[in-house]
């Protein structure tokens, strides 16, 4: 069964850092790129990071670049989301999921599939 399954979402203070995990199962990570979303209320889902199944190549929206980093781990099925300089405007439920395509990735929703449960990430003082 194919799966991901996120994790390390919280309630943080502004400025403050989150690292969200999201494990994979029922396939081989490095064949796949991993993309990073988030869905605040009232909004369409958003694509905010991608990683590809090749080389290692990322994509960053701008409004993340220089505050979020995404990280693979192979040897652990697992895709990390570095968050740092964390902003009010970031509170949203963040999701990964999976892209067959290889070489380098966009977080295009309508690319992706294999949505994980998402978890929330609350940035408020």
């Known amino acids: 069964q194919v799966q991901l399954v996120e994790s390390g979402g919280g309630l943080v203070q502004p400025g403050g850092s989150l690292r969200l995990s999201c494990a994979a199962s029922g396939f081989t990570l490095d064949y796949y790129a991993i993309g990073w979303f988030r869905q605040a209320p009232g909004k369409e889902r958003e694509g905010i990071s991608c990683?590809?199944?090749?080389?290692?190549?990322?994509y960053y929206i701008d409004s993340v670049k220089g505050r979020f980093t995404i990280i693979r781990d192979n040897a652990k099925n697992t895709v990390y989301l570095q968050m740092n300089n964390l902003k009010p405007e970031d509170t949203a439920v963040y999701y990964c999921a999976r892209d067959p395509v290889r070489g380098p990735c966009l977080p295009l929703v309508a690319d992706f599939g294999s949505w994980g449960q998402g978890t929330q990430v609350t940035v408020s003082s």
């Open positions: 990683i590809s199944s090749s080389d290692g190549s990322t």
